[in-house]
């Protein structure tokens, strides 16, 4: 099933994208899509804390309280990975958008043929997201971890430690090296090993202050001095070409 959340101030707008998303869903029967409608972000953060997050964010930028913008950030403070697409009458808001790490940065009217491609790729992303793991060796027996869910890793003693959203599990000893044992997880470019002790998954850094990285649930991992500016530097690298293909 995908949930899509939809937040816009005008009435208006509000029901002519709803229209769309609708027609989208038609046409798209084996997503089982479900459109919620929201009139501020007030009202749409407090449901997602609440009852759960959605798949999928389309935010009008320009409202009162909360604007888009700050509705972004705040989703990610709560830990939401759904892909945020913005709709908006103003360019000046697009640099803002990379910020929240939004998937793409529509502006009104919105066309359905375009409206319709943007949904495609966000929906291709949540698919791969979704299915993307790794089987851990564990002292309880073999556990699946989705990628997605994967914060951290950290090598403390000789297990690796996964740091998720959900659970936080150790590996059986390893023999080699940090490198070697999460050789899997450094195949996907979400991840990036920073020293011989860390892997860390950028989707879940919100920023990197000196040596430290700000994690989107409010946690600080401290790296490596040798290695925190090459880090800055990958994650700022990874979010301008994740933005820059749509």
Not at 47 to 65: C, H, S, V
């Amino acid at each position: 099933m995908l949930r899509i959340a939809l937040c816009d101030d005008e009435e208006k707008h509000l029901n002519q994208t709803a229209a769309l998303l609708a027609a989208y869903l038609r046409v798209r029967p084996r997503l089982n899509g479900q459109v919620e409608c929201f009139q501020s972000g007030g009202e749409l953060l407090a449901r997602a804390e609440n009852d759960g997050g959605f798949d999928l964010y389309i935010l009008d930028i320009l409202m009162p309280e909360l604007n888009g913008i700050e509705t972004g950030r705040l989703l990610r403070a709560l830990g939401e990975g759904g892909e945020i697409v913005y709709l908006t009458n103003s360019n000046d808001f697009a640099a803002d958008s990379y910020d929240v790490r939004a998937f793409f940065y529509l502006l009104k009217p919105v066309e359905e043929a375009k409206l319709f491609q943007v949904l495609d790729g966000a929906v291709e992303k949540l698919s791969r997201r979704r299915t993307s793991a790794v089987v851990v060796n564990t002292a309880a027996g073999p556990r699946r971890l989705l990628l997605e869910r994967i914060r951290y890793v950290e090598r403390v003693g000789r297990c690796v430690r996964y740091y998720c959203t959900d659970a936080t599990v150790d590996s059986q000893s390893i023999r080699g090296s940090l490198r070697e044992a999460a050789a899997l997880l450094l195949a996907d470019q979400r991840f990036y090993l920073c020293g011989a002790s860390y892997v860390l998954n950028f989707q879940h850094v919100s920023g990197v202050n000196g040596q430290a990285a700000l994690l989107d649930d409010g946690q600080t991992v401290m790296l490596p001095r040798t290695a925190a500016a090459e880090f800055k530097k990958a994650w700022g690298g990874y979010w301008l070409e994740e933005n820059g293909k749509w």
